[in-house]
């Protein structure tokens, strides 16, 4: 079982749609998480970290369930610039230090049309 | 101020040839790190340093990959010999090291080996 699994989409959606990703961890123990973008053959970039009490950042909200082992990932009015993949990520040692490593997922292709 | 930078951003090489990617992290930055990046595997992470120290080259796929980290401002991913199955988007990346879960990345080598 893959360490971080998203569903790869693609999702393709109008402008103005809400779309939401969802993205499962295998290590119960993992401490951090965060929503890094990737644009098209560019490197990726840290979107936001995700919180255990949920967290927004304009219309990005994100969410955590340790319980389930399960983050999310909400956009709303979405626009045409939010076409990118959207990459599930989390450190994957509790205690200690893991000196700043990630795991990504695969990410979820998001494709918004006008 | 620099990000990171990566070079070359994109080699040609033929099967057998030795290739050496080469990386400079953010200037201060102490955790460095190496992936590869495949459309059928996503991000892998092969290999990282802190202070210039491997801690883990767990993901580092054969004996025929290496890397190095001489000082600070420095770091080598060498391929030797190269495989067709070793085309994929190498990624460099620093981060301060702690648990910000903030990675800046270079804008990656793209390598095809024939």
């Known amino acids: 079982r893959k360490e971080v699994e998203q569903d790869p989409g693609p999702f393709n959606v109008p402008e103005g749609a809400t779309v939401a990703f969802n993205c499962t961890y295998s290590n119960s123990a993992s401490q951090s998480f965060f929503w890094y973008r990737q644009d098209c053959r560019k490197e990726p970039k840290l979107l936001m970290s995700?919180?255990?009490s949920g967290n927004e950042d304009g219309r990005f909200t994100a969410q955590l369930n340790r319980a389930s082992q399960y983050i999310s990932l909400l956009i709303r009015d979405s626009k045409l610039s939010d076409s990118a993949t959207y990459l599930c990520?989390?450190?994957?040692?509790?205690?200690?230090?893991?000196?700043?490593?990630?795991?990504f997922g695969q990410g979820t292709i998001l494709t918004v049309h006008p | 101020d620099a990000g990171v930078i990566q070079s070359p951003r994109h080699e040609v090489t033929e099967m057998g040839q030795e290739v050496t990617l080469r990386c400079k992290p953010i200037s201060g930055h102490n955790s460095l790190f190496w992936y590869r990046q495949t459309m059928m595997r996503g991000l892998e992470l092969l290999i990282y340093?802190?202070?210039?120290?491997?801690?883990?080259d767990s993901g580092m796929p054969e004996d025929r990959f290496s890397a190095k980290m001489p000082n600070a401002s420095f770091s080598t991913l060498k391929i030797q010999p190269s495989e067709p199955r070793d085309s994929a988007v190498y990624f460099c990346?620093?981060?301060?090291?702690?648990?910000?879960?903030?990675?800046?990345f270079g804008e990656g080598s793209r390598l095809t080996v024939l």
């Open positions: 990346a620093s981060s301060l090291g702690g648990d910000t879960g903030e990675l800046f």
């Open positions: 990520v989390v450190t994957p040692n509790a205690g200690g230090t893991s000196y700043g490593k990630l795991t």
């Open positions: 995700v919180y255990s």
């Open positions: 340093f802190n202070n210039n120290v491997p801690i883990d």
